[in-house]
């Protein structure tokens, strides 16, 4: 039993107060007047009860707090842990049991617990003080066999109280040299009265002869009442035979019995250990086969997750298609938008070349065209000259036809228009500017589809965090019970927990995925949006594009109005012939320059000559957008062959790993399934190599445990002398039914007693003892008869004498002596029950003291050699001078003749030995009060070191105020007392 903690909730000083953690050598350090004591009486009174206001101990009830009680732990190696409970209520207080399994109890089972052990004989035996190491002068060998005698039989000293009360009772009828006892004052007075009644009687001389007739007849009474209580004696020793006969002849034939037996040799629990043996046996028989089976087992579930062999030279190029999914899918995703390109600039090439009439099979030539800026300056030369050439002719036309004034406004009108037109520069860049231009509503439209998608972007991620973190919290218990089933050997849990562990994995990097990828698109999103607002404000900024670009294009178109009627009118200029013929030569030659440069360009002759310098800034674009369109088909098909490539890589896996190509898709996440059972294969089966070398490893570990058993059963065999399991029983049966027999055999002994079975050695049969008894009662019915005779003339002699004296003092005295002596003889008759009560009671105390008081002798003497490095090592107890010790010189002393610290060690090694002894019937803490203050440095160093070594197998607790025993020992071993009063304090 030990103590592993305390509460107190109301005791002396300390109000709410703990204890935890005590050690199997637990100090518990405070100064004067800090609780020591108190602590000391509190776990008294926890076991054994608050003292009763009539006893001389102290209560401690507290002074400022109703609070009173407390609970201890205890450590018992049949309960567990155990709570013992005690509050105030009757005198010693009510008390509450908490088993470990739930079961709740009282006093009794505290007293199975405590397995009958009351307060004063634990104090006396495992809880001391220095008081009770000084009186060790006082101890004597019958106090040990009193505590022996105690805690060997019912844990209690009831026999003892006992043995004390016959005793008492003994002592109180008489008492050898005794002057009080009842029967000493009896025979004091018995005498006196013998002596009165002498002296009456010599002053009767008259009746000397009857007196002596009388006295004769007396002694012939006296004779025959003894012969008669001899017969009686005998006969009632027959009867006793008669009625036990029966166990007489039983006592014969089992003393027959053992002697036949004779001596059987068998080890102790002989039958028990080679059960044990046996059953140790089986179970690792059991357990054996139960690894076999599950190593077979393991073995199948290797073969059965051995990876595929033909998979596995293909798994990394099967990991790297799968890695280079999502770029198969930007691929696509690029393939796609490329072809749009490649589309829109088709469509512009489409767009270009039927505004300058241009044929697609000319493309391949158009690389070839010379469109320099030579080109460019000879066509606008071209054109200039043109233009002179018709403003020439238009200007004889309008002198020839008197319409100056006309022609005057045209050109006024031609200059305003040209005034407020753009370059031709300016104008593209409008073109331009007009095709970019969007309506403010569509952007606010597309401003909010925007901020909608960032909105929703946000919700899913939010979202995708949640389910983050709730995979992420069955990753943790994936983690617990794969650690919990591998500790606890559950294979088929921590399989499943490993699954849960890969999908949750998965899971974890699916989530990272999209939080990665809307991450990337907000910002995407973002980007746009920040350009649409800047192109709002620079539109609120700007004026309308598409308006200024109508302007210029109207100019445009009034201009060449003005230039065709301004034409019109010169060619209809009859008056300047000679003029318009030399223009005509001029612009004839001209166009066939025109014509020439349009078929440098590819163009038809038909061509408008005004468009020409439009014409040749279109072919220009033409050839960049056909440089682009090649660029992006380059691209595409760079693209294009990738994806083919990984196409025809995933088509070859997917062959080889046996697996029906259909949807890309589907490929790929079988593809992942089947990596991934792969992968599993091969961590079971490492997990499975790893159990079966641990299954291998405890199936050794059992080879070796069954053969240590079998060689305890061979040994158990040989002590026996016997050579199989039926011979070792038999011979266990010998000895158990020897046992038995010896057994009977004490108690009929015990029963019979010597006396009676020595008078029925006389008699061979129940017809000799019948035979004895009908003599008997005949003698005694012959001595009967003649002893009513002799009594009737004892009366009639009585009866003269009585007549002859006077007065009646001799009568008188006569009847006192009479009557006391027979009150003597029934005094006597208790006493003699009592004796014989105690005598038996004795020989059964002796019996059990035999035993157990010499190994308390020599482990006193273990011990005391010990503590005084063998100057004292014999020790004994004297019938008249109690303990004696021998020193290494051989000199002998009493305690009393001992210096204080030699017999204060001399009481340590007695209450110690007296605890080891009892220990296996009452493993109790030992609790000592500052034991060892009179003792030097050395020797209390050496009783620490003996309590240390007992504290390995009994807990002591060691209550002390000396700061050099604390500092002994290591701070987990100590626990301080503060010092403050109503102390509210856990010691840890």
């Known amino acids: 039993m030990k103590i592993k903690s305390l509460h107190i909730f109301g005791y002396g000083k300390f109000i709410d107060f703990y204890i935890d953690d005590f050690s199997n050598m637990q100090i518990i350090y405070?100064?004067?007047?800090?609780?020591?004591?108190?602590?000391?009486?509190?776990?008294?009174?926890?076991?054994?009860?608050?003292?009763?206001r009539q006893?001389?101990?102290?209560?401690?009830?507290?002074?400022?707090?109703?609070?009173?009680?407390?609970?201890?732990?205890?450590?018992?190696?049949?309960?567990?842990?155990?709570?013992i409970e005690r509050l105030k209520g009757k005198s010693a207080g009510n008390v509450t049991i908490f088993l470990k399994n739930g079961i709740t109890g009282g006093e009794e089972l505290?007293?199975?617990?405590?397995?009958?052990?009351?307060?004063?004989?634990?104090?006396?035996?495992?809880?001391?003080n220095l008081q009770g190491i000084q009186e060790v002068h006082k101890l004597k060998g019958d106090e040990i066999n009193r505590y022996l005698v105690a805690s060997g039989t019912m844990g209690t000293d009831i026999l003892l109280n006992i043995e004390q009360s016959f005793q008492k009772e003994l002592d109180q009828l008489f008492k050898p040299n005794g002057r009080k006892p009842k029967l000493n004052e009896?025979?004091?007075?018995?005498?006196?009265?013998?002596?009165?009644?002498?002296?009456?009687?010599?002053?009767?001389?008259?009746?000397?002869?009857?007196?002596?007739?009388?006295?004769?007849?007396e002694e012939q009474l006296i004779l025959l009442q003894n012969d008669l209580q001899i017969l009686n004696d005998e006969l009632q020793k027959v009867n006793e035979l008669v009625e036990k006969w029966e166990k007489v002849k039983e006592y014969d034939r089992i003393q027959r019995h053992i002697v036949e037996i004779g001596i059987v040799h068998f080890p102790t629990d002989g039958l028990k250990?080679?059960?044990?043996?046996?059953?140790?046996?089986?179970?690792?028989?059991?357990?054996?086969?139960?690894l076999q089976e599950k190593i077979e087992n393991i073995d199948y579930r290797?073969?059965?997750?051995?990876?595929?062999?033909s998979f596995q030279s293909i798994m990394e190029r099967a990991e790297k298609v799968i890695m280079e999914w999502p770029i198969y899918e930007q691929l696509q995703t690029e393939i796609i938008s490329l072809k749009r390109e490649i589309l829109s600039y088709t469509d512009q090439v489409e767009r270009i070349c039927r505004d300058i009439n241009f044929k697609n099979e000319s493309h391949s030539t158009i690389f070839n065209l010379n469109l320099g800026l030579d080109m460019k300056g000879n066509i606008k030369e071209t054109l200039h000259d043109q233009v002179t050439l018709m403003t020439k002719l238009d200007s004889v036309q309008i002198q020839i036809d008197s319409t100056h004034s006309e022609i005057e406004k045209v050109e006024a009108a031609c200059e305003l228009i040209e005034q407020n037109m753009l370059s031709e520069k300016d104008f593209k860049k409008l073109e331009k500017e007009k095709e970019n231009w969007k309506n403010p509503n569509q952007l606010v439209e597309e401003k909010n589809n925007l901020e909608k998608t960032i909105k929703k972007n946000k919700s899913d991620a939010k979202g995708t965090k949640k389910a983050f973190l709730f995979n992420a919290l069955f990753l943790l218990g994936a983690i617990g019970f794969i650690i919990w089933a591998i500790l606890a050997s559950e294979w088929m849990i921590a399989v499943f927990a490993g699954l849960v562990l890969v999908y949750v994995l998965t899971n974890l990097k699916t989530f990272l995925n999209r939080l990665h990828f809307t991450k990337s698109d907000n910002v995407k999103l973002q980007a746009r949006l920040q350009t649409i607002s800047e192109i709002m404000m620079a539109n609120s900024r700007?004026?309308?594009?598409?308006?200024?670009?109508?302007?210029?294009?109207?100019?445009?178109?009034?201009?060449?109005?003005?230039d065709h009627q301004l034409d019109q009118k010169l060619k209809h200029m009859d008056q300047l012939q000679r003029q318009k013929i030399e223009t005509s030569n001029l612009i004839q030659r001209n166009q066939i320059q025109i014509n020439n440069i349009k078929e440098e360009l590819g163009l038809s002759v038909h061509f408008n000559d005004t468009r020409l310098d439009e014409a040749f800034d279109l072919i220009v674009e033409l050839v960049k957008i056909i440089k682009a369109s090649q660029k992006i088909e380059e691209e595409l098909n760079l693209k294009v062959q990738k994806q083919e490539q990984w196409m025809e890589d995933l088509h070859e896996i997917s062959h080889s790993a046996g697996l029906e190509f259909s949807e890309t898709g589907e490929a790929i996440f079988r593809l992942k399934q089947l990596l991934q059972v792969e992968r599993e294969k091969k961590l079971v089966q490492k997990d499975l190599f790893i159990k079966l070398n641990e299954l291998k490893e405890e199936s050794g570990q059992l080879q070796l445990e069954l053969q240590?058993?079998?060689?305890?059963?061979?040994?158990?065999?040989?002590?026996?002398?016997?050579?199989?399991?039926?011979?070792?029983?038999?011979?266990?049966?010998?000895?158990?039914?020897?046992?038995k027999l010896n057994e009977r055999f004490e108690i009929l002994q015990a029963q019979l007693g010597n006396s009676l079975l020595k008078h029925a050695e006389a008699y061979q049969s129940d017809m000799d003892l019948k035979r004895r008894k009908n003599e008997l009662m005949n003698l005694i019915d012959d001595k009967s008869s003649l002893l009513n005779k002799l009594r009737n003339e004892y009366a009639s002699l009585r009866h003269e004498i009585q007549v002859l004296e006077e007065g009646g003092t001799y009568t008188e005295k006569l009847h006192q002596f009479y009557l006391l002596k027979s009150s003597f003889n029934e005094e006597a008759k208790i006493w003699a029950k009592y004796t014989v009560a105690k005598t038996i009671l004795q020989k059964t105390m002796d019996k059990y003291i035999g035993e157990r008081f010499p190994i308390v002798v020599s482990k006193a003497q273990e011990y005391m050699a010990f503590l005084t490095d063998d100057e004292y090592s014999r020790l004994y107890f004297l019938d008249d001078e109690g303990i004696v010790i021998d020193r290494a010189d051989g000199q002998r002393f009493t305690p009393a003749e001992l210096s204080q610290g030699t017999s204060e060690q001399l009481y340590t090694s007695l209450r110690l030995a007296l605890v080891q002894v009892l220990y296996e019937d009452y493993p109790f803490p030992i609790i000592i009060d500052d034991g060892f203050v009179n003792f030097d440095t050395r020797r209390t160093g050496k009783v620490l070191g003996l309590i240390e070594t007992i504290s390995k197998t009994t807990q002591v607790v060691l209550f002390t105020c000396h700061e050099h025993i604390r500092n002994r020992f290591s701070e987990s071993n100590v626990k301080t007392l503060p010092q403050e009063r109503d102390v509210l304090q856990t010691l840890k």
């Open 30 to 52: 405070g100064e004067n007047e800090a609780g020591k004591s108190t602590i000391m009486s509190f776990i008294h009174s926890i076991l054994f009860g608050f003292p009763s």
């Open 55 to 83: 006893q001389s101990n102290l209560r401690y009830e507290p002074k400022n707090h109703s609070a009173y009680g407390g609970r201890l732990t205890l450590e018992t190696i049949e309960h567990g842990d155990v709570i």
């Open 110 to 128: 505290l007293s199975e617990l405590l397995s009958g052990m009351n307060r004063s004989l634990y104090e006396s035996i495992f809880s001391f």
């Open 186 to 217: 009896m025979i004091s007075l018995l005498r006196e009265n013998e002596k009165d009644l002498q002296k009456a009687k010599q002053k009767n001389d008259e009746y000397g002869s009857l007196l002596i007739k009388r006295e004769a007849t």
């Open 273 to 290: 250990r080679y059960e044990n043996t046996s059953e140790k046996r089986i179970e690792i028989s059991s357990r054996l086969k139960t």
């Open 302 to 309: 290797i073969e059965q997750n051995t990876p595929l062999t």
């Open 542 to 562: 700007d004026n309308n594009p598409i308006q200024l670009y109508d302007e210029q294009l109207n100019y445009r178109n009034q201009l060449q109005n003005y």
């Open 708 to 739: 240590e058993y079998n060689s305890l059963k061979d040994q158990l065999f040989k002590i026996t002398d016997t050579n199989n399991e039926e011979e070792f029983r038999q011979q266990a049966s010998q000895f158990n039914k020897l046992e």
